[in-house]
C-alpha cells in the first residue's frame, strides 16, 4: 500500500471569501476568509484573501481560484460508526427494539456476497461524501461462507467514492447454541476469525502518515461475540498496532445480558478483558454509569454517539454532556443505514445537538461543540487528530463548503448555526486529501444515477435470496 504521489508542482487550489470555522484549539473563525491547498495539503488559513505570495505560487504549479463566498468551509466530517453493507436492508424491522431488528436481519445478512456487498457500500460511501463526510469506519461483522472477499469489496468501494477510510475486520463467534443473539449460521470460528484479521492487516492496512486506509478490529458486541475472541482480538490488534472498536452499552437489554451472564456492566466487562484504553473506542454508550464515564475517562477510551440509531431503536439517550464534562473522546457515526436511514453525518450533528439539549437541558451541548465531535472528536478516535478534523496549515485537506446563501439559509445569523440547526445546505465542494469528490452537490468520483440504481438492485436481489 503507498500514499498516492503528486506531482512536482502539485495544483493550488485557493477558496477565498467563505466563512470558515477552523476548529482548531484556538477556536479560530473567520467571517470571511481563505484557505490555500497544495497537493493534498493545507497551507494557509486565515481572514480576509490570502497573500500574494500563497495565491501565485512562483514554482510554476497551476492555480485553482474558487469564489468560495456565500459559503462556509469545515473541516471533513469524520464519521466514526458504520455498517456499509446495511444500506441494502434500509426500512426493515422499521418499529422494532433492537434485538427484535438483530433478529429479523440476520438472516437476511447472511445471504450477501462480495457482488452484493460492492454496490451497497458503494451507495453508503456516495451518501456520506454528499453529506460532507470525507473520512469514514466501517464496521462489517457478518462473513457468510461463501461470501467472497466482503472486505475487498468495500476497501475498492472507499477507494472509487474517494473517502479516507477506516475499515474493521468485524466478527461473531457467538451463536444462539452458546447463549449468543445471533444464529449459528452467522457466526465464524474463533481460529478462522483471527487468521482473517491477520490477514486483512497484512493485505490492506497503511500505517504511513497521510494514509488513505487504517485498519482496524471490532469483534461485534458482548451478546454476539466470546470473551476468548475478545481478549485474542485486542492481542492481535496491540501486536499490529491498529485500533479496537466494539458495540457497547447500546440498551437496556445488553445492560440485562451482561448482568446474567458476566455479572457486571457492559463496560466492567470489557475492562475485565484488557478492552479500555486510549487505542479503543466504543459505538453507542447509551447506558453508562457515573462510574463507567469516570472509567472510560481515566483511560482514554472513546465513544462514538450514534443519536439518529439510537432513537430509530429506542434505544435510549447517550449522555453526552457528562461524558464530555468528564473528558471522555466523543465522535459522531451515522450506523449502518438499516437502523438510521437518513444516514447523513450533518444529520448526526444536528440531531447530537437536539438530543443533548432534550436529555440535559438548553446548555448541554452548543452548536459549535456537536460540529467538534463530527470534526475533531472523530479525528480522536480514529487517531488522526494529528492530520484531520481542523482546517490549519500543515493538515491534510479534506474540506467541506458548504453554500448558506440559498432559500433555507439566506440571512441566518451565524454560519455555524445555519449549518446545524438548518436544513442540510447545498455542498458546494467536498475536499478529500486534496482531491475533489463532490462538487455543486453532485458526486464527481461515482455517477450518483448509476450507484443508486445498482443499490435498487442489490438490495431487491438480497431481499428475494433464500
Ligand atoms: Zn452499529
Known sequence: MSTPVFPVNPLTLIL??????????QGSEYAAGHIVVTGNTITAVGPGSPPASLANPAAGGAIRRIDASGCLATPGLINTHHHLYQWGTRGMAADATLFEWLTQLYPVWARMDAGIVSPLATAALAWLARTGCSTTMDHHYVFPRSGGDLLGATVAAARQVGLRFHPTRGSMDLG??????????????????????????????????????????????????????????????????????????????EDEYCAEHFGCTPVEYLDSLGWLGDDVWLAHGVHLDDAAITRLAATGTGVAHCPSSNGRLGAGICRTHDLLAAGV???????????????????EVRQATLVARSASGPRAMTVRQALELATMGGARLLGRDNEIGSLEAGKLADIALWRLDTLPHA???????????????????????????????????????EVAVHASHASAELAGRR
Not at 477565498?16 to 484549539?25: E, F, I, P, Q, R
Open 16 to 25: 477565498d471569501g467563505c466563512a470558515v470555522v477552523t476548529m482548531d484549539g
Open 176 to 253: 444462539a447454541s452458546s447463549g449468543g443473539l445471533p444464529p449459528d449460521e452467522v457466526v465464524e470460528d474463533r481460529d478462522a476469525i483471527l487468521a482473517a484479521s491477520k490477514s486483512a492487516i497484512e493485505e490492506f492496512n497503511d500505517p504511513s502518515p497521510q494514509s488513505m486506509l487504517r485498519m482496524g478490529l471490532a469483534p461485534c458486541s458482548p451478546f454476539s461475540v466470546t470473551g476468548e475472541l475478545l481478549s485474542d482480538a485486542a492481542q492481535l490488534a496491540r501486536e499490529a498496532g491498529v485500533r479496537l472498536h466494539t458495540h457497547l452499552a447500546e440498551t437496556a437489554e
Open 329 to 347: 473522546h466523543v465522535g459522531l457515526g451515522v450506523d449502518g443505514a438499516a437502523s438510521s436511514e437518513e444516514s447523513s453525518l450533518i444529520g
Open 411 to 449: 440571512g441566518i445569523a451565524d454560519p455555524v448555526a445555519a449549518l446545524v440547526l438548518g436544513a442540510r445546505p447545498p455542498l458546494e465542494l467536498l475536499l478529500v486529501n486534496g482531491e475533489t469528490v463532490v462538487e455543486r452537490d453532485q458526486l464527481v468520483t461515482v455517477d450518483e444515477r
